[in-house]
């Protein structure tokens, strides 16, 4: 069984590893992908880089870094959270938080739901459904009211979310 779970865990990894680095391949390899390409953007829209004298490429670039740095540190907090909620609820191998695909089975052994419920994740709009329900089962084992799990809608909610349901009482 171990042997087993550890091949599947390496081709989740695996998986994830491809997922990741496809896009990047995909626009190294295009000379023409901008915003500039796409066609000129409404006045407003770009004056901020008019003003400071850069050049659209150069505002492009600044704005796709600022945009990877906010994305890695909400990726660490959610990581970091859920690998809490595991270790707290004695969920086994809360390491599965950092990888991309296996947090969902993680999350998904912590809402003490079937394996099989990750088909239904990958449903576009089924997915944020599934999301709240394994969220709130999340919230109820973390001895909270379920409704916690319903406050992924609000845009704020979804930050506080997680950090709450990690490192509350």
Excluded: C, H
Excluded at 33 to 52: E, N
Excluded at 100 to 123: E, G, M
Aim: hydrophobic residues 60%; aromatic residues 14%.
């Amino acid at each position: 069984m171990k042997k087993r779970t550890g091949i599947f865990l390496g081709l989740l990894w695996l998986t994830s590893l491809i997922v990741a680095l496809l896009p990047g391949a995909a626009i190294a390899q295009s000379s023409t992908v901008s915003f500039a390409s796409v066609g000129r953007a409404p006045l407003g829209a770009f004056s901020a880089v008019r003003i400071l004298g850069m050049r659209n490429t150069d505002f492009e670039i600044l704005l796709w870094a600022v945009v990877l740095l906010f994305s890695f540190i909400f990726y660490v907090y959610v990581s970091l959270a859920v690998q809490t909620i595991a270790k707290k609820t004695n969920t086994p191998n809360p390491w599965m938080a950092w990888i991309p695909i296996a947090n969902i089975f993680l999350l998904l052994a912590i809402a003490q739901k079937p394996a099989w419920w990750f088909i239904l994740f990958l449903i576009p709009l089924v997915s944020i459904i599934m999301a709240i329900i394994v969220w709130m089962a999340v919230a109820e084992r973390r001895g909270k009211p379920s409704w916690w799990g319903i406050m992924l809608l609000i845009p704020v909610m979804n930050v506080i979310v997680p950090g709450y349901l990690a490192w509350s009482k």
